[in-house]
């Protein structure tokens, strides 16, 4: 029978060994290397988006937000980054249409989707009627929130054409009507920190009797 204290000894110089083996191994290939052999997973992913109607090619981190892709890889650095998780509207954006808070998605998932941002809706002497209202009505301070608010509200009308009901319609047997309490409910993930609401919901307003 082979002593204990002899059978502990020879376990011990096994692990010594082994965990040398690695490091060694490790240190050959660098650590780059080392994780490229050892990971199959890819970290990166080529995409392409429409954004406001031109085609953009990119190479992105699969991990960067929406938000990133926009603001540092295109640089349209009017989409806004406030709380970076979901809770200001800032970062809102069109995605196909479709009202988005570009913190909270992956750029990877929106290969082939059509954006829409600020930058997107109107230019200087040609502002969308959204924009218009907004400076007509002094709809904002800072205008940090701002694009946000715009894109947001721009959506919020089409919401209302399209008859999606809101957590205060009514009668949903009926066409959605542009109300200041449907805008109110419908703009409430958009905080705005200086207090434009009552502004904002006049903007709508009147950018609602402008399209209709
Ligand atoms: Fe996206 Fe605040 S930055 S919701
Ligand atoms: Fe300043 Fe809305 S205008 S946060």
Do not use: W
């Not at 808070?101 to 998932?109: G, H, I, K």
């Amino acid at each position: 029978m082979q002593n204990p204290i002899h059978l502990e000894l020879s376990r011990r110089n096994l692990l010594v060994t082994s965990a040398a083996s690695v490091a060694v191994a490790g240190a050959a290939k660098g650590p780059l290397a080392a994780q490229e052999a050892g990971d199959s997973m890819p970290h990166k992913s080529r995409l392409t988006l429409t954004v406001n109607g031109e085609s953009r090619s990119l190479e992105v981190d699969n991990r960067t937000t929406l938000l990133d892709a926009l603001r540092e890889h295109l640089h349209l650095t009017g989409t806004k980054k406030g709380c970076d998780h979901g809770q200001c509207g800032a970062c809102t954006v069109m995605v196909d249409g479709r009202r988005v808070n570009s913190c909270l998605t992956l750029a990877v998932m929106h290969d082939g989707d059509r954006v829409t941002t600020i930058e997107g809706l109107g230019r200087p002497g040609a502002l969308h009627p959204m924009q218009a209202a907004f400076v007509k009505h002094d709809g904002f301070q800072c205008g940090y929130c701002t694009p946000g608010q715009i894109c947001s509200s721009v959506a919020v009308l089409e919401e209302i054409k399209a008859n999606i009901p809101s957590h205060v319609t009514g009668d949903l047997t009926v066409q959605a009507v542009v109300t200041p309490t449907e805008i109110r409910e419908r703009m409430s993930g958009n905080i705005c920190r200086c207090g434009a609401y009552s502004n904002i919901i006049d903007a709508i307003v009147e950018a609602a009797g402008t399209k209709a």
